[in-house]
């Protein structure tokens, strides 16, 4: 079965720093594009960073550009995300899930086949 699972969530201050990890099994995690998407109380789902299968770029969402690293350790099947500099607004739950991303004339596309469980962000004002 394909599993996929993010730890680290938390109450963290603005301003302050967090990291997420999301561990897959089940696939093998190098043939897959992997992204991190969040959700915020009564908002709808928004891809934040994905590391692309297809052309081997980290993109990120404009609203966490410049704040956010992604990274990959394909030998654990793990992807990290740290994100400095947190602000409320970044207050969701986050999760992994795997699938295809790639970015075309400046626009993010997401198809994803498996999700993830998440993992709950708080930040604190």
């Known amino acids: 079965d394909v599993q996929l699972q993010a730890y680290g969530g938390g109450l963290v201050q603005a301003g302050g720093s967090l990291e997420l990890s999301c561990v897959g099994s089940?696939?093998?995690?190098?043939?897959?594009?992997i992204a991190w998407f969040r959700q915020a109380p009564g908002k709808e789902r928004e891809g934040v960073s994905c590391?692309?299968?297809?052309?081997?770029?980290?993109y990120y969402s404009d609203s966490v550009k410049g704040r956010v690293i992604m990274s990959s350790v394909n030998a654990k099947n793990t992807v990290y995300l740290r994100m400095d500099m947190v602000k409320p607004e970044d207050t969701a739950n986050y999760y992994c899930?795997?699938?295809?991303?790639?970015?075309?004339?400046?626009?993010?596309?997401?198809?994803?086949?498996?999700w993830g469980k998440g993992t709950l962000v708080t930040v604190s004002s």
């Open positions: 590391i692309s299968k297809s052309d081997g770029s980290t």
């Open positions: 899930a795997r699938g295809v991303c790639t970015k075309v004339a400046g626009a993010l596309y997401y198809d994803m086949y498996d």
């Open positions: 089940g696939f093998p995690f190098d043939g897959y594009s």
